[in-house]
């Protein structure tokens, strides 16, 4: 049982560069998430997905877009990166939406350096 | 508008101290559910504890024990007999309003645990 997935483990793009972030999960979880942890900062929510076709705007949302095609996929897309994006991204899952019934499991994140 | 805080930014104590992390959530919401994460040196988020907001008889699992008071809007974590493995940062999200929002951080609080 791998849990959530993130990859990559790191990335370094240049600025206007394009990239996807690719987080699966494989507990069948309805609700997915991104987070973005800066130093100081604690984790701020991105995207959020209440089920497949489904998602919805978090705190941070400017700069990333999301899809949810499948239950267990929810990749997070940077169009033009910019060096404000240089963080580490975390993707998570819940049993029922936004961690109220279940905890969130979490991947090992993402750590992307935009130059 | 919610608020969770954690005014300790970091905390230092010897080996075997009884240590409390603070953390406080104001919120207008009378249905919610609060949470601790633990992020160790090597990066990975991990769940510690959930606590509805209807709950307030103090937990202990094992060295670990949480207070929780509705009252104050606060909800402590303490640890005895601290360890060095215990060194992580730590982290209080409430879930606000029980919806799909996500799990709102707290911005941590540095823990160190000197031999």
């Known amino acids: 049982n791998a849990g959530v997935t993130q990859t990559p483990k790191f990335q370094v793009l240049k600025t206007g560069q394009s990239m996807t972030l690719q987080c699966a999960q494989d507990?069948?979880?309805?609700?997915m998430s991104w987070y973005r942890q800066d130093p100081g900062m604690g984790l701020r929510l991105i995207h959020y997905?209440?089920?497949?076709?489904?998602?919805d705007q978090g705190e941070v949302p400017n700069g990333y877009n999301v899809s949810r095609s499948t239950t267990e996929d929810f990749p997070l897309r940077l169009l033009s990166a910019a060096p404000s994006q240089t963080s580490v991204y975390f993707c998570a899952s819940s049993y029922s939406q936004g961690g109220y019934n279940s905890p969130l499991h979490f991947g090992n994140g993402t750590r992307l350096t935009v130059t | 508008a919610q608020k969770v805080t954690q005014a300790q930014t970091e905390i230092s104590v010897v080996e075997k101290e009884d240590v409390t992390l603070d953390c406080v959530y104001e919120?207008?919401?009378?249905?919610?559910?609060l949470f601790w994460y633990k992020q160790p040196p090597s990066g990975e988020l991990v769940f510690l504890i959930r606590r509805n907001s209807f709950d307030e008889q103090n937990e202990i699992s094992g060295r670990y024990s949480w207070n929780f008071q509705k009252s104050t809007s606060s909800f402590n974590f303490t640890i005895t007999a601290s360890q060095v493995v215990d060194s992580a940062v730590y982290f209080c999200a409430p879930s606000p309003g029980g919806g799909a929002d996500g799990l709102t951080f707290g911005k941590g609080t540095h823990l160190i645990i000197q031999p």
């Open positions: 919120t207008r919401d009378t249905t919610y559910y």
């Open positions: 507990m069948n979880h309805e609700y």
């Open positions: 997905s209440v089920g497949a076709g489904i998602t």
